[in-house]
């Protein structure tokens, strides 16, 4: 196994480590949160408290629901808890599928070799660390889900290659996509939304047409593909990637995967042991019967019979075809290539079999923030905080307090951007009044709903499950990514406001 590291320093651990002042920060930041923070369920049980508390402080009553039950406000607070517990059940199959899809294409075999290869890119441990944070931000504007995953599996390899790379730091970039550019990138919720007639409410419809006059759409033109919203997106690539060369601690501190306990085996090796296990078990595919599960017979079938349907809905799809995108064509991708990168139905099968632990923290917390978005949605705390902001606010400062808003709100709800089709209509509404430019503020409010993640560790769970880590291993790094990311995204939402007119 061919292995790198600073020999010097780690052949001598007992030399004094010469850490920056922002390794030792988030060094600091790491043993306080190894300590004092609970695991990523605690942070939903203690969440649930919360917003009760503040929905009791802000005057909400305690319970009531309307006469009519298709109502979406007037209820109290333990009957919205209740009505919200469920609401997201649909998104919560749709987040498993994509973590198990996106799992599943990750370890097949083409993708295992671009891995191993990408493994060996970097050098020395900081050189590791940040190429994998700039490897999840790439992955993560293309399709945040699949780089979940792929750049777990990639830190994994880069843990095993590189000795002396501290395994937390290398966990906390991994996720770094999901906390920095996801939602300007091509799965972005909000932008892809407001872009589409038939996933656009007509309650937010109507408020984007009163501000335009023409249509209740925006399209991405004014969204993720503003130059405004671009240039943003580069600006806080640069700096997470700086930001990963400079935490980065020397050998002499850093933990390794082993010293953590953690067995890491070499990839390929890896997949090719489980599928010989797997045939094994299975008679290693003697019975007449066996042939269709080795066989690659069907699975180029159905992956046929995919890639026509996917064609005539992208060639249906209204005006221009990304518009088209959701969750179930994402996840219905994400299967296609796996059965073809898999090539035979049995390497799938255990390939599935072995991503969905991955979806396990998904199925268990997802119901209880569908609970704290039943709080904020269904009562009026929503339109209460966003009231908050807004009274405080005016046309220059607008931007940058909604994105405190989002993230704040964020941190609570962490719904992937789904919950903006709650706050979309007060959002755009105190934009119109304001004259701000409509699809700025959906820029900025995916801005703010990123940078939540790097504060709350409910989109870790996955990554957490791949490496073997826990949410309080990774997030003093991810908190120290925070502090200097999130400021710049207030100043370059503020800045680029300026040149931005109100459309009519």
């Known amino acids: 196994m061919t292995t790198r590291t600073d020999e010097a320093a780690a052949s001598q651990p007992g030399l004094p480590a010469r850490d920056n002042p922002l390794a030792r920060i988030a060094l600091r ?26 929905g009791l402080l802000t005057g909400e009553k305690i319970v009531g629901a309307p006469a009519d039950p298709k109502a979406t406000t007037g ?12 609401s997201l059940i ?34 020395s441990p900081r050189a590791a660390i940040a190429f994998t944070a700039a490897v999840a931000m790439l992955t993560a504007y293309l399709n945040w889900a699949f780089s979940l995953v792929f750049t777990a599996i990639l830190a994994k390899e880069i843990a095993r290659l590189v000795r002396g790379v501290d395994y937390r730091a290398l966990g906390a970039m991994a996720f770094l996509g999901l906390g920095t550019v996801w939602a300007q990138g091509l799965s972005g919720s909000a932008a892809l939304q407001v872009a589409s007639e038939s996933s656009s409410p007509a309650p937010v419809q109507e408020v984007i047409k009163a501000g335009r006059g023409d249509s209740g759409l925006i399209p991405l033109t004014e969204t993720i593909f503003l130059w405004q919203g671009i240039v943003a997106t580069a600006i806080i690539f640069l700096i997470a990637v700086a930001m990963a060369w400079l935490l980065a601690p020397s050998p002499g501190r850093a933990k390794t995967a082993q010293d953590l306990g953690i067995e890491l085996r070499p990839l390929l090796e890896e997949r090719s042991a489980d599928t010989t296990d797997v045939a094994a078990a299975r008679g290693g595919g003697r019975r007449p019967g066996d042939w269709l599960e080795y066989s690659p017979l069907f699975a180029i079938l159905i992956f046929l019979l995919g890639l026509w349907y996917l064609a005539r809905y992208f060639a249906n799809a209204k ?7 959701d969750l179930n064509t994402v996840n ?11 090539w035979r139905p049995l390497r799938l099968v255990d390939a599935v079999r072995r991503g969905a632990p991955a979806a396990s923290g998904v199925l268990l917390q997802f119901p209880f923030y569908g609970g704290i978005f039943g709080m904020i949605a269904y009562t009026g705390l929503a339109k209460t905080i966003a009231g908050w902001l807004v009274d405080i606010s005016n046309a220059f400062f607008y931007p940058a307090v909604i994105a405190i808003y989002s993230c704040v709100l964020g941190i609570f709800v962490p719904s992937g951007g789904s919950k903006w089709v709650i706050e979309a209509p007060y959002v755009i509404e105190a934009a119109n009044q304001l004259q701000v430019h409509q699809g700025w503020m959906v820029v900025v409010y995916d801005l703010g709903e990123a940078s939540a993640n790097l504060l709350q560790p409910f989109w870790m769970l996955p990554t957490l499950a791949i490496l073997g880590l826990k949410a309080r291993d990774i997030m003093g790094y991810t908190f120290a990514m925070f502090l200097a990311c999130f400021p710049a995204v207030l100043f370059l939402v503020t800045l680029f406001a300026q040149t931005l007119g109100f459309p009519r």
Do not use: C
Request: positive net charge; charged residues 10%; glycine residues 8%.
């Open 29 to 54: 930041f790491t043993a306080f949160t190894e300590r004092w923070l609970p695991d990523a369920f605690g942070f939903v049980l203690v969440g649930t408290f919360v917003i009760f508390a503040l």
């Open 75 to 86: 209820y109290g607070l333990v009957d919205a808890w209740g009505k919200g517990f469920w």
């Open 90 to 123: 649909q998104f919560t199959l749709q987040m498993a599928m994509i973590i198990i899809g996106g799992y599943a294409v990750a370890v097949s075999r083409p993708v295992a070799r671009l891995i191993a290869r990408l493994a060996q890119i970097p050098k």
């Open 319 to 325: 005006g221009n075809p990304l518009n088209a995108l």
């Open 332 to 342: 219905l991708i994400l299967l296609l290539l796996a059965l073809i990168l898999h």
